[in-house]
């Protein structure tokens, strides 16, 4: 059961992009969920990166889907075709090895969102789906052994989710996932901007302006930089000066959401799990746990040390890969959908 052959992957499946690990290799994918389809036939014409370069400049006939939305699938015809597509281009089109896969979920997913999942990878080509909860995968991935008796607290923020989540020996004790992670960043920008500025600006400019300018904290020495868009007022295309320091107001409300759900895990925590936690700290992971200052930001509402993971954005996809590599040693994180259950695999 713990041998690992040549097309076993690690799937983190996100709203955002997709990472796939492999024995030996590490993360051998790393491409953006996207997928360009023709309106009037219905064929996909790009996948991934090449589907995400031409969201916003794609011709009328083309639309470019985002088949998973808040981390689960929102269009399963088009996720497992995306699935086949990245699983050939890891393992190739053999038709003598089908792959075992075990592919990560956030924390608050239904049954019937699961058992989509499992569906969907089997339909790509996979032997078999495992499923492991995201902060589950995260922890494994940050190096945390969590067969261990001791609690750990693991923030997940990534493009659809935020999971939170105290892990003790070997299993999620509690767990709070909300709908507003990276994804929530870039579309709370795009109003501010649009109600603050009267400039209509597209989710690629946001996300961009989220990576270089975004911050939780009010900085001394702040920058003014110019972001371009489309006049409300003119019509026209337009810069505006705009201040980093707006970002930290523009960002308010989404920040507020994600501190609320780590302090409604806090005190759901038991005693004895919240006193590790004092000493283990809170870990970050996820690419929207990048937001510069964020983690100063929560420790100082929770007065909790809080730190990323050495590799937040690969944490999940590299813990996918460890548990397949080790399916007795963490059968107690990994969920089989036919039993509805956790537990012995």
């Keep these: 059961m713990g041998i690992f052959n040549r097309t076993d992957v690690g799937i983190d499946l996100g709203t955002s992009s997709i990472l796939v690990y492999a024995k030996d290799r590490g993360i051998v994918l790393r491409e953006p969920s996207a997928v360009a389809v023709d309106r009037t036939t219905g064929r996909l014409i790009a996948i991934g990166e090449e589907a995400s370069r031409v969201i916003g ?52 997913v239904t049954e019937a969102e699961k058992r989509c999942l499992v569906e969907a990878a ?69 109003r501010y901007m649009r109600n603050k500025h009267s400039l209509v600006i597209g989710d690629k400019t946001a996300e961009q302006i989220k990576i270089d300018y975004g911050q939780a904290h009010m900085e001394k020495d702040q920058k003014v930089v110019d972001i371009t868009g489309r006049s409300l007022l003119s019509g026209m295309p337009e810069s505006v000066p705009v201040g980093t320091n707006e970002m930290v107001d523009a960002l ?12 409604t895990l806090s005190e759901k925590t038991p005693p004895e ?71 012995d695999i």
């Excluded at 699935?83 to 038709?95: A, D, H, I, P, Q």
């Excluded at 750990?152 to 507003?180: F, Q």
């Excluded at 308010?252 to 302090?263: A, F, G």
């Design 122 to 190: 089997k339909e790509a080509g996979a032997k078999r789906c495992h499923l492991i909860q995201e902060p589950v995968a995260a922890a494994i991935g940050a190096g945390i052994d969590i067969n261990e008796p001791n609690g750990h607290m693991i923030v997940d923020i990534g493009g659809g989710t935020t999971d939170a989540a105290v892990l003790s020996y070997g299993s999620v004790v509690i767990s709070e996932s909300i709908k507003c992670a990276g994804d929530a960043f870039d579309e709370t920008l795009v």
């Design 57 to 108: 400049r794609a011709p009328a006939n083309v639309v470019v889907i985002r088949p998973l939305r808040d981390g689960v699938i929102s269009n399963y015809d088009v996720t497992a075709r995306m699935l086949r597509y990245f699983l050939r281009k890891v393992v190739g089109t053999s038709f003598l090895y089908k792959p075992r896969v075990v592919a990560c979920v956030p924390s608050g």
């Design 252 to 263: 308010r409300d989404p920040l507020n959401r994600i501190m609320e759900c780590i302090q």
């Design 273 to 343: 799990l919240a006193a590790d936690i004092k000493t283990n700290g809170i870990i970050l992971t996820g690419g929207g746990s990048l937001l510069r200052g964020l983690d100063a930001y929560i420790e100082e509402r929770t007065n909790l040390p809080c730190h990323h993971a050495e590799d937040p954005v690969a944490c999940v996809a590299i813990g996918t890969g460890r548990v397949l590599e080790n399916l007795e040693l963490y059968n107690r994180a990994i969920y089989d959908y036919r039993r509805g259950e956790y537990y």
